[in-house]
């Protein structure tokens, strides 16, 4: 088990941003380079946001409630430990 453990870590470790864009592009993904990394920022946050307001309405959450304190309302709790 240990053995899988170290295997894949060491597996992700060696993960690059390149081979992350190229399996990207693989899956007929949008390209990377054809917009700036402004745009791309301003396209995943005008994303995020309609996707959030997608959920909030589901989930019928108040208008007060921000993705960010959705997703740290547990922040105060230990949710994993070491394993030893």
């Given amino acids: ?4 453990m ?3 870590d060491r597996v992700w470790m060696n993960v690059t941003q390149k ?3 190229n399996c ?3 899956a007929c ?3 990377v380079e054809s917009e700036s990394d402004e745009e791309q920022e301003l ?3 005008t994303r995020q946001c309609e996707e959030w307001e997608k959920v909030s309405k589901i989930l019928n959450l108040s208008k007060r409630t921000t ?3 959705f997703t740290e309302f547990d922040s105060y709790f230990q949710v ?3 394993m030893i």
Avoid: Q, V, Y
């Fill in 1 to 4: 088990m240990l053995d899988s």
């Fill in 6 to 8: 170290r295997m894949a």
């Fill in 19 to 21: 081979k992350i864009k």
């Fill in 24 to 26: 990207f592009e693989k």
């Fill in 29 to 31: 993904f949008s390209s």
């Fill in 43 to 45: 396209h995943t946050e």
């Fill in 67 to 69: 993705f960010e304190k």
């Fill in 80 to 82: 994993c430990g070491l």
